[in-house]
């Protein structure tokens, strides 16, 4: 009940600011595109370090959009109402979790291959590096909800935020940039990509009790 | 109504910045009574109610809901906690808002009657942006006519309201004390010689 | 007996998590501890700088270890009993329990700090470079980053209390995430490269090197406990000022 | 005058909350930190891919550092008082920029040719590492600040400012790259560093007057 | 004094998220007068002092300070602004926070007399963090001892003071007033009959 009403409030929320969904897929790719005029743009070098570059890119994409997941609701007031409603808090972190990915994360996820090509990734690798980033990024808005329920509330801006989740986030970057670099060797991905699948799952198992604590301790309580 | 208190607080202190805002307050509220909680700015108005609201815990001594301890409810069930903020988002409109503090409360209601009588007639799908203070305000007490529970916890429900909307909202108290309710509010507003008194930021917590 | 023992444990879990008991015995404790601390790690240090004998292989530069294990094993004892600490504090709501992060952060830091620099320094002699990205340094390098973002939330929330209790949070999610770096990095290392270096020598040690290890060890993990209970102490000295106890503790 | 007073003052607050010189500086770190992780922990890869990877997170720390420059005189209203005092913005505000570059810029200047050697980077290079980086940062402190400004007072966080700003980063980067990667090589690296020396005077001299102008805007002027 | 007017405004109009504040203001205050902007909240109190201080440009109308035109200054030279918020950082202590002030206002004095004035003496070199509000109130109120500006433009100079501090203001105000300065400040609080106010809010801008 909370769960799909908090899902449909995001999702018009989304609608009614579209920027918000937009700006982090511009971050994303101008990240990605200083690497071809910061390090060099040889074909045969972009492709190599093509899976870690987009992965370090969308790790700081979707840093900086989680950003704001509790932002207006917390200076609007709306959130004291989701902390005193006789509700578990679970579901509606949940549901804010997964409504911002799939406004924010899932379209890093489809662009992905798109990047991976002007990089120069083989194309037999950007069927894996979709699945992986499809696997991959929820995970990282979980891990970030986290981090953001504990600073919600303070003026700090984004670079408190990265010096907690970014140490956190580096299990995802090895095996994401792992199994995109295996499929571009032609090795065998299915172990790598089960094992994104069991963080994605964990994360989204644990994550969301995790930031119903931390709202919990940034109100006040 | 039996005369087990709905609200008893033993002892209840709490400090903020190395300031003590409140020492030693015991006090008993029953149901059919409406309390003002008073004092000057900082005085720790919005702090009480938001720790009544288990919004905040960082207090000493406790507090307890007797009338309800027995069924081991979670207080919250029977809470309606209205914030210094009016918690509404502006990009959603008036119904929007609401819908999704209905589902959150678990309750089912039609709004749409209570706006109406708010004088919100006609703003139901506008969004919240561009409602003046005094309509959001409106807005947000709207739930009193909506929502079903005992105890309402509200922090100056009467800012930036009109003298029309202070007195509907005075009358709507009154009723909800009337049929066994309680009602805990912070002001510098005392509408009626039967309201009962919290007065914090002296040297000692005065209760009248 | 097993009751008993669990009883035993209750109890002091009880008497330990009180602010006013635990400044009162860790003053008592700490009159022991700190001779105790510096004797040994003084008797370790020494013993292993100046009087074991040097190595076959690496000379004299081996020395170092007398300062790096004890320290790298301290700082991931540190970062673990802070998630042990944060757990009890989320759990039960201690209050001891956050003021423990808030003591154990810094000093846990630093130790990985010094962990890293004794590596780097030793390193050059035997591997000849200062850094690789070797698994077990890797993943060295992010548990000082852990630490520092504990520091880091702990000092940006402006209301202690509030702050420890983050911190409890960071450190339970810290704790967990640190087992799942250690398996991450060591997959990734032997993906990427053969371990053409080992940290960890498979030739054991002899007795006259393994002893002053063993006691510097012992000295640092001492000195660990002292420096931990010196900051609890501080901050539940700001924390309590005000109340009666303290000022009688204090007389 | 103001621009003593103001210096002066940027220090002293700097130092009352030191969390804001180290933060940054910790990030830059982090953030090199993730290539190894994500690309690869071979030493002929790093060091070719060195340049670039340490000045993207050069980029990134400045412009997230940067983000605070007016805050806390934003939400104190010390700004309105600067704004209202009969004093030429231009001092203040090149000040500011001065003062918050030896704050965080300067750290991560110092520890640029460590990251360097953490990345394999030929040693031969780190002079010219720490040269480039010693003229870029202020670059990229200044044009960053006129972003700042322009959106102080807005609840965006960093991902506007990213979006704004990163553009114009963008020359900073290659020449900054390019000059360390000719270095490297063994290539002549003194017309490359007369570019960034040119950037870093052009962008001292006018953004002061575009911060000026940005804070006036921002203000409601 | 001259009977030049030091202030002069014509029809000035200023709207703000599509609600007109004010409009059609025509106000000529001059030398020695002491001027109380009114009105309730939200009227566009601190909207038309931040206009007039130079910090918010979106209005219609005009207005000068003809006393000085000729002189072609920068009117900011005559001007001191205090706004709703204290102005202080709160890490640096009051006189730091002072020294940087005179700094930019390209003035010399010695502001521990006016701190001691203003019962901070003591204070002056603990970080404002640990004043209270009504504290903070007064260090950035000490610029009224300190700086030497002919016009004055605050903003609820009276909000977090005490009695005493009340007082204290008021007081130099008046003296302010009677050395030929002009005071334009925004509050709910009359404190003389000589003060003459701006009402906004209703249909139509008040003056008298
Ligand atoms: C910056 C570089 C280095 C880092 C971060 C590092 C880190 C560590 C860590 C985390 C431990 C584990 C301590 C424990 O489990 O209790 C350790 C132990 C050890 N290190 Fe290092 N190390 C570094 C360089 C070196 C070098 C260069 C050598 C010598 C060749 C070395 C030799 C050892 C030895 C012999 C042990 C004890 C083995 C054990 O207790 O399992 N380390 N180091
Ligand atoms: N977020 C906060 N962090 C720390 N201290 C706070 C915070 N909010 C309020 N305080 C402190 O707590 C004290 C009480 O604040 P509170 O908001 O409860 O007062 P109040 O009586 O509601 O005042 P008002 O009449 O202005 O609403 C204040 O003096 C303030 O210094
Ligand atoms: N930053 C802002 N952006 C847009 N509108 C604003 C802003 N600040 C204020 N307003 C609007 O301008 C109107 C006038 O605000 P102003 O602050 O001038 O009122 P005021 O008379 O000073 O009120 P108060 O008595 O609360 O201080 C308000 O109704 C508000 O809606
Ligand atoms: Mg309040
Ligand atoms: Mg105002």
Chains 1, 4 share one sequence.
């Not at chain 1, 994360?203 to 309580?221: F, H, M």
């Not at chain 2, 309800?68 to 903020?85: F, I, M, N, T, V």
């Not at chain 3, 081996?62 to 989320?90: D, E, K, N, Q, T």
């Not at chain 3, 630490?147 to 810290?174: E, F, M, T």
Request: glycine letters at 8%; aromatic letters at 8%.
């Amino acid at each position: 009940m909370s769960f799909v009403a908090t899902v449909k409030r995001e999702l018009l929320l989304a609608c009614r600011r579209p920027a918000e969904i937009i700006n982090p897929l511009f971050f994303f790719v101008m990240v990605v595109a200083m690497f071809p005029l910061g390090v060099s743009p040889k074909a045969e070098l972009l492709s190599v370090i093509a899976p870690g570059v987009i992965w370090v890119a969308a790790l700081l994409a979707v840093l900086l959009s989680v950003e704001g997941l509790f932002r207006a609701d917390h200076e609007s007031g709306a959130l004291e109402q989701l902390l005193v409603a006789p509700t578990n808090l679970y579901l509606p972190a949940l549901a804010k979790i997964l409504a911002h990915w799939l406004l924010t994360g899932l379209p890093l996820v489809l662009v992905g291959p798109l990047l991976g090509y002007m990089l120069h990734l083989p194309v037999s690798a950007s069927s894996t590096l979709l699945l992986a980033l499809l696997l991959g990024t929820p995970t990282l808005t979980a891990i970030g909800a986290i981090g953001v329920s504990l600073t919600v509330g303070l003026r700090s801006g984004g670079i408190l935020l990265a010096l907690l989740v970014l140490p956190l986030y580096v299990p995802v970057l090895v095996f994401g940039a792992g199994v995109v670099s295996y499929a571009a060797n032609g090795l065998p991905v299915m172990g790598l990509l089960a094992i994104l699948a069991a963080l994605l799952l964990a994360s989204l198992t644990l994550a969301p009790a995790a930031v119903a604590a931390g709202l919990r301790i940034s109100s006040g309580g | 109504m039996t005369d087990i208190p709905v609200l008893q607080t033993r002892a209840l202190r709490c400090e903020r910045d190395d300031r003590e805002l409140f020492a030693g307050l015991n006090w008993c509220a029953s149901a059919g009574e409406i309390w003002q909680i008073a004092g000057p700015n900082g005085a720790g108005k919005t702090t009480l109610i938001r720790i009544l609201a288990g919004l905040h815990g960082f207090y000493d001594g406790s507090f307890t809901w007797p009338q309800w301890l027995q069924s081991d409810a979670d207080p919250r069930e029977k809470l309606l906690y209205l914030g210094h903020k009016a918690g509404l988002r502006d990009e959603l409109t008036p119904l929007e808002n609401l819908q999704w503090w209905l589902a959150l409360h678990a309750q089912q209601a039609d709004p749409m009657a209570a706006l109406a009588q708010l004088g919100l007639a006609g703003y139901e799908t506008v969004p919240c942006a561009s409602l003046s203070a005094g309509q959001k305000r409106r807005v947000a007490l709207s739930l009193l006519w909506i929502v079903d529970k005992p105890v309402w916890l509200l922090d100056e429900p009467f800012t930036a309201l009109d003298a029309d909307g202070v007195t509907l909202i005075e009358e709507r108290l009154r009723q909800h004390a009337a049929s066994g309710g309680l009602v805990i509010y912070s002001s510098h507003h005392r509408f009626d010689d039967a309201v009962r008194h919290v007065r914090l930021g002296g040297k000692q917590v005065e209760l009248a | 007996m097993l009751s008993a023992v669990w009883q035993t444990l209750t109890r002091w879990y009880h008497q330990w998590g009180s602010p006013r008991y635990f400044f009162q015995y860790s003053g008592v404790l700490l009159r022991w501890l700190w001779p105790l601390a510096i004797v040994a790690t003084m008797t370790g240090l020494v013993w292993g700088l100046a009087f074991a004998p040097a190595d076959y292989q690496q000379g004299d530069s081996y020395r170092i270890i007398f300062i790096h294990v004890p320290a790298a094993s301290a700082a991931l004892l540190g970062y673990v009993s802070m998630g042990v600490a944060g757990l009890v504090g989320l759990v039960w709501r201690m209050k001891m329990a956050d003021i423990m992060i808030k003591a154990i952060a810094p000093f846990g830091a630093i130790l990985a700090a010094v962990a890293l620099i004794t590596g780097a320094i030793w390193g050059k002699p035997t591997w000849g470079t200062y850094w690789v990205w070797d698994a077990r340094l890797t993943s060295m390098l992010l548990m000082l980053f852990l630490y520092l973002g504990v520091i880091a939330l702990i000092n940006a929330i402006p209301d202690p209390r509030q702050a420890g209790r983050a911190a409890s949070l960071l450190s339970v999610v810290g704790v967990i995430n640190v087992v799942i770096v250690k398996y991450s990095v060591q997959w990734w290392q032997s993906l990427h490269q053969g371990s053409t270096l080992k940290v960890v020598g498979e030739t054991a040690m002899p007795a006259e090197m393994l002893s002053p290890l063993l006691i510097s060890m012992l000295g640092i993990y001492l000195l660990f406990a002292c420096t931990v209970l010196v900051r609890a102490r501080t901050e539940i000295m700001r924390r309590e000022r005000k109340s009666q106890w303290l000022k009688e503790a204090l007389q």
